[in-house]
């Protein structure tokens, strides 16, 4: 067992007491908001598969809830505490979160935006995390403080991300380095992208927010705005895991990517330039526009993939050529030697899984002309948990596992048992994600609690496929076991926030790591990396040439007569 | 990471362009959607400016958007407000009902209703389409909080039939239970959507809203029976 | 290495300045909204481009 010389847990310790406080605010509220999403979370599934017969009404606010809690208070606020602590960890010569005072005014915004939104619900709101104002056209102000809450979380949102980006810069005023480190330059782009997601909020969520509050007649052009930032909602979270996974990487096998820091910081900038031009690509595929540009829009939608993918096969190959070094054998021998008795490296490890299943689904979904056999079904949730449950929360969590305790000093709650969870949850997303794409093949809506579709008229009547409800059944029991799991992860954070027993777990420091800090086996072949991509590659082109076959042996004909 | 190895020293599988390939490898998906028809394939830009409509292959059941006739409307005669499609609907309804209350779209009544609203709009289109085509059957169905009127269909197998589709108050869906899969559509407030459809099948397929609307989203459903 | 953290700050600046007009002036795309949010991430990555810059020719 090797100490390790973790730079982010040192550096973590070697912060002012006020950073540190600062960062457990931000940590505090977002373990609580996971946690009360994982409630919502339960009681969404439970209403899924008739469980506690909860009625609809009840069941669509508990969706809502789950979706508001989860997708924006859980994501953002544990974004803005890594993206300050990064910044002031990882740039040298910063050693502190720069205006601090302004980082605490974004969290109390923050917050408050979380209790304005989560109230909405017990007003009654209708609305999901989506929040689409046309379905108020009954009574628009039921959605005020559901708005009001958006709007307060993209400004405070746009405070902290300031706060990163002066931390970040000051040394370099200062003149006291010249070039950021790759994972400060990464803590620069991501704030930036917090920075325009907030004032893409803003530019969602305001004229609704004067609508409900009767100074504006109408909110068009909402659906635009709203896509406009739910694509900067598809990346930033994304983009955290990524550089997570470079840190957390760092910190449990002392590796550096093998590739050069220079490379890191491209494949950061790449991330940024891929943004904003794939969300046109839909923009491209007008029948009537030249075929040239057709062709260079149906491509940009691929482009996706790209950044994560070419994060993967960094990382992977530089983890493969120093195992290689210290002597690991096989195509596969060599993931051996990884500390898998870490519970961080177990659950970095399952995220790439999970984000790789996740991306082969999200895949066959970008192609437009399935959108007829598989949009707003249960595919949709089926295959986006892989991501934001399996791959970025589960990152979020490994991450705060090392974080939490270096703040409190505290200690690690059980590593034994959280090095085994993510395989669990593993599981159990996999229950989940199979049971609702195979709901979706069979055209299962997503957003629906009554799904017997029962009416007694004779002529009226008409069931649901009886295999509708076998698939419910599964999903339910992956969502069981994955309920189980965060709240397992969320009691352990709560521990090591708030408990000063010493007699149960360890300290962080002395988690199970290997020191591979000496150099890389640069000279032999690193092959896991590619095949897994080409493995993936394969995958998308089963799944997508599936869908198409089971398109074309759907009995309605489009547009085969008359015009 | 300043210990790495110069660049010609390192296998390959270690070099930053290698890297960048693979990243690229997922691009290659477009073959296949190009093997679909899904996917512009045509390289006739590079000989010719001029756009002109792309030729899209045909095929079933894969018209995502279908023909929103909103621009259609606007220019052409057919342009149809919420209340005038909610009277041709009741009318549609009224006319074409069975004893059983399910409605049974016939070519006469699609024909008499050309006939009494003379439009160009109409014939326009049909003199654009192949003349030897059938020429399909109206049915109109309207979507609104949260029910489908009508509710149950009759339809013949192996005859088209142009969809009118219009949803009243917000967007909502219209999605089909066929075969074992879902033909997912989505129609948008206000406007009118119109869709041939053959059902190449008998049976009873679900008719549901795939589109939240609201708290009682889930109890939208209807029914076509095909014979 | 130096200059990196500015070139490529920079580039963003300028892919981004391209897509936002582009929103803004292709008839066919017409997304105001869009404009506006990307208009404004091109000017941020513009600045942010020049704070790269900073050390040594900044206060010190
Ligand atoms: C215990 C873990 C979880 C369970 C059991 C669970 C379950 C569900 C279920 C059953 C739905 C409803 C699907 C539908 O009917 O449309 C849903 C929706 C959703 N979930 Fe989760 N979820 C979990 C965790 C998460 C996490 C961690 C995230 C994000 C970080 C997330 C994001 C979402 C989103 C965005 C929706 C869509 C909401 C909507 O359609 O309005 N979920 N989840
Ligand atoms: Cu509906």
Redesign the pocket.
């Known amino acids: 067992m090797t100490k390790t010389k973790s730079k982010l847990i040192a550096g973590t310790r070697n912060l002012n007491p006020g950073d540190k406080n600062l960062l457990l605010a931000f940590f505090s509220i977002a373990v609580l908001a996971?946690a009360l999403?994982?409630v919502f979370?339960?009681m969404?599934?439970a209403g899924?598969t008739g469980l506690f017969g909860i009625e609809s009404a009840t069941a669509y606010r508990m969706?809502?809830l789950?979706?508001v809690t989860?997708?924006f208070y859980?994501?953002y606020f544990v974004q803005a505490g890594f993206v300050l602590l990064l910044a002031a960890v990882y740039t040298e010569g910063a050693g502190e979160v720069a205006l601090r005072p302004l980082a605490w005014l974004g969290f109390v915004t923050m917050l408050a935006g979380m209790v304005s939104s989560e109230s909405s619900y017990f007003g009654g709101t209708i609305l999901?995390?989506?929040g689409n104002p046309s379905l108020l056209i009954d009574d628009p102000s039921e959605g005020r403080f559901f708005y009001l809450g958006y709007v307060l979380l993209s400004a405070g949102l746009a405070m902290v991300a300031t706060c990163a980006i002066a931390t970040a810069v000051r040394p370099k005023f200062r003149g006291v380095i010249e070039s950021w480190t790759p994972i400060s330059f990464a803590a620069v782009a991501w704030s930036g992208l917090l920075l325009v997601a907030a004032v893409a909020g803003a530019n969602a969520f305001l004229p609704p927010l004067f609508w409900t509050l009767g100074l504006r007649e109408s909110v068009a052009g909402y659906a635009m705005s709203w896509s406009v930032l739910f694509h900067n909602m598809h990346y930033l979270?994304l983009m955290a895991t990524v550089v997570l996974w470079y840190v957390l990487m760092e910190n449990v096998t002392g590796m550096q990517s093998v590739f050069g820091p220079k490379f890191s910081k491209i494949v950061f900038a790449i991330y940024m330039i891929f943004v904003p031009p794939t969300s046109l690509y839909h923009m491209f595929l007008e029948p009537d526009l030249a075929e040239a540009v057709r062709v260079v829009g149906s491509l940009l939608s691929l482009f996706i993939a790209v950044p994560t993918i070419l994060v993967f096969v960094v990382i992977v190959a530089s983890l493969e050529s120093y195992a290689r070094a210290q002597g690991g054998r096989g195509l596969f021998g060599w993931i051996k030697l990884l500390p898998w008795r870490n519970p961080v490296m177990a659950a970095v490890g399952m995220a790439a899984v999970n984000m790789a299943l996740g991306g082969v689904f999200s895949m066959v979904l970008i192609q437009e002309r399935l959108a007829v056999l598989l949009s707003d079904t249960?595919y949709?949730?089926g295959y986006?948990?892989f991501l934001?449950?399996g791959g970025?929360?589960l990152t979020f969590i490994a991450a705060l596992i090392y974080v939490i305790p270096s703040l409190t000093g505290h200690r690690c709650w059980r590593p034994a048992v959280l090095a085994r969870l993510p395989y669990i949850l593993t599981i159990g997303l996999g229950l989940?994600g199979a049971g609702g794409i195979a709901a979706g093949y069979h055209g299962v809506p997503?957003?629906?609690?009554e799904l017997a579709y029962h009416v007694d008229d004779p002529v009226e009547h008409i069931d649901a496929p009886f295999v509708w409800g076998t698939m419910m059944g599964v999903?339910g029991a992956?969502?069981l076991l994955?309920?189980a799991v965060?709240a397992i992860y969320v009691y352990a954070l709560l521990r090591m926030l708030f408990s000063q027993n010493r007699e149960i777990g360890v300290d962080v420091a002395s988690l199970y790591v290997v020191s591979w800090s000496g150099s890389a086996a640069t000279r032999e072949r690193a092959w896991v990396g590619p095949l897994s991509i080409l493995a993936m590659v394969a995958a998308m082109y089963g799944f997508t040439a599936l869908s198409f076959e089971i398109l074309q042996r759907v009995p309605i004909l489009v547009g085969a007569a008359g015009h | 990471m300043a210990e790495a190895a110069k660049p010609e020293s390192r296998h390959f599988t270690l070099r930053p362009g290698f890297a960048v390939f693979v990243g690229l490898f997922v691009l290659t998906l477009y073959f296949l959607w190009a093997a679909y028809g899904a996917a512009p394939t045509s390289l006739s830009f590079l000989a010719e400016e001029s756009a002109g409509p792309a030729p899209v292959t045909p095929m079933a059941g894969m018209d995502v958007q279908s023909a929103s006739v909103e621009n259609m409307a606007q220019d052409g005669g057919g342009a149809m407000t919420p209340d005038e499609f909610e009277e041709i609907t009741l009318k549609f309804v009224e006319d074409l009902s069975l004893p059983d209350g399910s409605v049974q779209p016939t070519r006469e009544w699609t024909e008499a209703m050309e006939a009494a609203r003379g439009d160009g709009a109409q014939e326009e289109m049909d003199a654009a389409g192949p003349a030897d085509a059938e020429e399909p059957i109206d049915v109109y169905l309207m979507a609104m909080r949260f029910s489908y009127e009508p509710r149950v269909l009759r339809l013949d197998r192996n005859v088209p039939y142009r969809f009118r589709m219009m949803s009243m108050d917000v967007n909502h869906g219209a999605s089909i239970r066929a075969g074992f899969a879902g033909h997912i559509m989505r129609r948008p407030a206000m406007v009118l959507t119109e869709m041939v459809m053959t059902f190449s099948e008998r049976g009873e397929f679900m008719i549901y809203c795939t589109v939240?609307c609201g708290a009682g989203h889930d109890q939208m459903k209807g029914k076509i029976i095909v014979e | 290495m130096k200059r990196l953290d500015t070139v490529l700050l920079g580039i963003v600046f300028i892919v981004w300045s391209a897509l936002a007009l582009m929103y803004a002036t292709v008839p066919m795309i017409q997304m105001a909204t869009a404009f506006r949010v990307w208009g404004f991430g091109a000017m941020l990555f513009l600045v942010l481009a020049i704070l790269a810059a900073g050390a040594k020719r900044g206060s010190k």
């Open positions: 996971l999403g994982i979370a339960t969404t599934a899924r969706l809502g789950h979706g989860i997708f859980w994501l999901l995390y989506d979270p249960f949709v949730p986006f948990h934001t449950v970025i929360s989940f997503r957003r629906i609690f999903i992956g969502s994955m309920a965060l | 939240y």
